[in-house]
Structure formats: structure tokens, C-alpha cells
């Protein structure tokens, strides 16, 4: 209708179905369902389009770890609770990656949809805000289980692996990317600006994993600093994903999924808050 | 039916502005209706309160009956918006952006892209489907956006400023696009600045200022209120100075051009009589601003007043 050919001509009726009368409108949980569907098809397409920004760093950064931690100064660390340290380093290596994936995944996500104003799209829309912020999850989920899988498999080419409980290394690594999704989530809601967005993984996130038991068992620290270490959550996380693979934790491993359990209710009720409040995405 | 309904709908920010003052407005199922209104009037937050991106401070809204307090997802589902700025994501494709707009609606993803192909299509965007929707033209963001807010084919259609920016000739098609639509049965809210398209499509108009209605009336209702009409008269000859006719006021714009006022009860050929005895002859004559234009500036005017 509007090519140079036609241009006097009338244009034609757009094919609409006739809306004077009320024509069928899917059942709000069919919209929620497809809706979910497309937010989660939409995150997971941004991830394949920018895989290298998404996928190949944490699997670049964990070669360096595991040729330099592993391989040179590993043998010279000895054999904590009778492993290799290649072995005692790999779960906390591919548990940092899912941590920083899955929050990196929504806080980017969001924030670029806040920043671009797409978010609009969703906002206009009928889906109702715990299915876009269980979208958004799902999102940060799915990026930090990708970069697990491919982080493991860098690391099968260091060092075998055993298996203790298959069951607890899901459970802790699907636990731990939904809570770092939705925190990530929680501050992309609060970010006004690129800076905002990155202040959390700087300046809590890095060190609270560092000192979280990726490298050490806190068995060695002295009886202060192993107290404060039990409150970093994610001193938990790493151990119960550690005891997945070896059998050996610094903690209860009951308790560790207890706390992530909590601790995802509980971002999970904070993001839909915020979001039902409209805070930073609503006038 | 009301396709949408507010009573006392207030809204002040959290900067103290108060926005909104009380706005009750009826849209009838099927009118194609303009909102008009001075920059600031409560034009973008009418509406953002309507499509939930701006949170009211008191009142009500129903969309189809559906109350957004009590029936919000439900009342959203009855919306199609094209809103004032950009705002799709400027990476993605025309194709993935329309598609996923269906999916927010429920629409499945095979239906959509049926729908993708034919609103592309007709909107002249098929054949940039797959290339980053950045590369688009403002135009064709424009009409992106139109297409966009089809997909899941909404009862009512709102459209803020949705050819601003637009050349002519696109605004015209999309005008006989827009209309087609709405004679389909689709209800449309239009807020422009072009008044011109207003008067051309609209049946029904509300005029807000200052976070209020200042005027609600048919279209043809409002135009016939308008008492005089200023009119422009280019003539051959040069003219030193305005010519003097009885009962009609004459303004010298520049040596080849007159403007003239003329009430209701005065008529062309009088004047055009007097003025050939004077030796004055008009080659061409328009009007000054277009009637909807001088009821729009009266109004807002007497307000400010």
C-alpha cells in the first residue's frame, strides 16, 4: 500500500478479522503459557546471538584458572580431603561460572530493556509480572547452565572427575543460578545507569565468591575468618555443588540446600514486589 | 459498549506536577477518536495509565468493561499500543520483534508468523524482515510499530503521534491504512499533533489541557461551532495597502497578499464583489490554519486566559 506503483490507488483493506463484535481471546493462563514461552525463547536467542560475549569468556577464564591454579600450583598445594587440588578446584570453577552467568545473563537483559525501553513491550502486555520475572530466570538459568556444561567439559580435559551425588549437583546448580538470576534481576530493577549495573558483581559479587571456598576449604582458615565465611551464602552453594562431585563439604549439606531454597523464595518475592511497585520501569 | 472508560482519573509524580486532574472520558466501541492537546496536557499519561506504564494516583479505567485495578491483565489483552518513541529493541529484527510481540499476547508462534508476513507485508516492512530493526528508516520504525501493535489484533488500537517524523506521502497511506482498520471494528485513539489528520479521520474528539477535558464533542459538532474563519488572498496586482470594504476586516500581509476575517453570517461572494470593484483580483485563496486548528488554539487560548 505504500510502494511508489500504488500510491493513487486505494489501498487495500488490511485483512483484520471484524472486531465489532468480541471475538475469541485466548484464556489468561494459554497467554501466560505462550508468553512465558516467548520470553524464555527471546533470552535464549540473545545468548546464542552474542555467544561470544555470553559463552566463551567463563570457559577462556577457567582454562587460565586450571592451567595456572591446577596445573602449576596445584601440585605443589597437596591433596585436600585426599583429592587432587585440580579436582577440589573444578566444582567451585564451574559453581563461580554459574554465579556470574546467570546473574550477568538478567542484570544485562533487563537492564538493556530498561535502558532501550522495551521493556515496554512487556509491560503493555497481559502477562502478568511473576511470569516475567520467572522469563527472565529462566534466561539466567539457562546461560549459567550452557557455560557449566562447557566449563565442565574444559575441565575433563585437565582431570577426571568423580561422581558422588548426581542428584545434589543439579539441585545446587539449578538452586544457585535462580538466585543469582533473580538478584541480578532485583538489580537491574534498582540500576539507573551502565555504572549501577555493575557495581554489585565488583564489589560483592567477585569478593563474596573468592572468599566463598572456590579455592580453599575454610578448614584451614583461623576460627574468625572461618566465622565470618559461614555467612557468604555462597560458601554454601560451593559446598553442597563440591560434595555433588567428591563427597566432602565444609558444611551441612542439608543446610546449605536449605539456606538456597530460602533464599530463592525470598528474591523471588522481593523481584515481584518491586516489580508489581513498578520500581525504576513505571512513573 | 464503552471501549474505554475513566472516571476522575487523577495522577500527580513524585515531583509534585500534577498531571492528571480528574479526567472523566467515554470512547464508544468502534469510534475513531482523537485526544488532542497542548504539550504537557496529560496526553502520554492518560494513556500510559491506561496501558499500566504510569501508575494512577486516584480514579478509574475500563478497558471493555474490564476494571485495571481488578482486571488488569485482562484489560491489556483488549490494547494495542504505538507509542510516542521507539521502543522496540534496535538489535533485533523486525520478524523476531513482531513475532515475540504475538507470543506476549498468547498468540502461538506459528500463527504469529502468518500474521508477521501479512502485517510486514501491507506495511511495506517485509522485505527489511531480517535485517537489525536500527536500519530502519524512522518511518519504517514508525510503521514497525504499527505493525507491532496488530499482531495480536487488539479491539482498541491507541496511537500516540504515530506519524510524527513522517513524510507526507506515508503519512497519507497510513491515514487510509488506520482508517481501513478502524472500519474493520477496531476502536482507535489518536493523539497528534497534526490536527489536519484529526480532523480528517476522527469522528469524535476530546480536548484536555492542564490535566483536564477542556472539550468533548463529535467532530462535526466542534467544527460548526467555529464562528469565523480567516482566510488568505493572494491577488495579481500589487496592493499598497488593505482595501477598505465595509463589514469585512482586511489586513495588508505583503504587497500580493490580504487576510480576511468572515463570520458565519458573511459570505464570499460579497466580498469577492466588493473587491473586483476596488480592482482587486484574487488569484488564489486557502484558509489561514485549518478549521480544527483555530477551535484547537481558541480553546486552549481561553483557557490560558
Partial sequence: ????????????LPELADRSAATAVPSLARIGW?????????????????????????????????VIFGSLLGRRVGAPAGFNYIQYLVPGLIMMSIITNSYGNVVSSFFGAKFGKHVEELLVSPLSNWIIVLGYTCGGIIRGVLVALLVTAVSLGFTRMPVHHLGAII????LTSTAFSLAGFINAMFA????????????????????????????ILPHWARSVSFGNPILYMINAFRYGFLG????????AFALMTGLVVALFILSLTLLSRGVGVRD | ????????????????????????????????????????AGKTTLIGIVTSLVNKTGGTAQIFGHDIDRELERAKSCIGIVPQEINFNQFESPMTIVVNQAGFYGVPRGEARRRAERYLKQLQLWDKRNGAARGLSGGMKRRLMIARALMHEPRLLILDEPTAGVDIEIRRSMWEFLRAINERGTTIILTTHYLEEAETLCRNIAIIDGGAIIERDRMDNLLRRLNTATFVLNTRERTPQAPQVEGFAMRLVDAHTLEVEISKEQNLNELFAHLS???????????????????????VENRDA
Fill in chain 2, 1 to 40: 459498549m464503552l471501549a474505554l472508560s475513566t472516571r476522575a482519573l487523577t495522577k500527580t509524580y513524585k515531583n509534585g506536577v500534577q498531571a492528571l486532574r480528574g479526567v472523566d472520558l467515554d470512547v464508544d466501541q468502534g469510534d475513531f477518536f482523537a485526544l488532542l492537546g497542548p504539550n504537557g
Fill in chain 1, 192 to 219: 539507573r545507569n551502565f555504572e549501577q549495573m555493575n557495581i554489585v558483581p565488583v564489589f560483592v559479587l567477585t569478593p563474596l565468591t573468592y572468599f566463598g571456598g572456590v579455592f580453599y576449604s575454610v578448614s
Fill in chain 2, 277 to 299: 470593484t476596488l480592482g482587486v483580483n484574487v488569484l488564489s485563496m486557502r484558509n489561514k490554519v485549518n478549521r480544527l486548528e483555530e477551535i484547537f488554539m481558541r480553546l
Fill in chain 1, 171 to 174: 539441585a545446587a546448580a539449578l
Fill in chain 1, 248 to 255: 566432602v563439604s565444609d558444611i551441612n549439606v542439608l543446610a
Fill in chain 1, 1 to 12: 500500500m505504500l510502494s511508489p506503483a500504488n500510491r493513487d490507488a486505494p489501498p487495500p
Fill in chain 1, 34 to 66: 505462550i508468553g512465558f514461552c516467548t520470553v524464555v525463547i527471546r533470552e535464549y536467542s540473545r545468548i546464542m546471538r552474542i555467544w561470544g560475549q555470553t559463552l566463551v569468556p567463563s570457559a577462556v577464564t577457567t582454562t587460565l584458572y586450571l
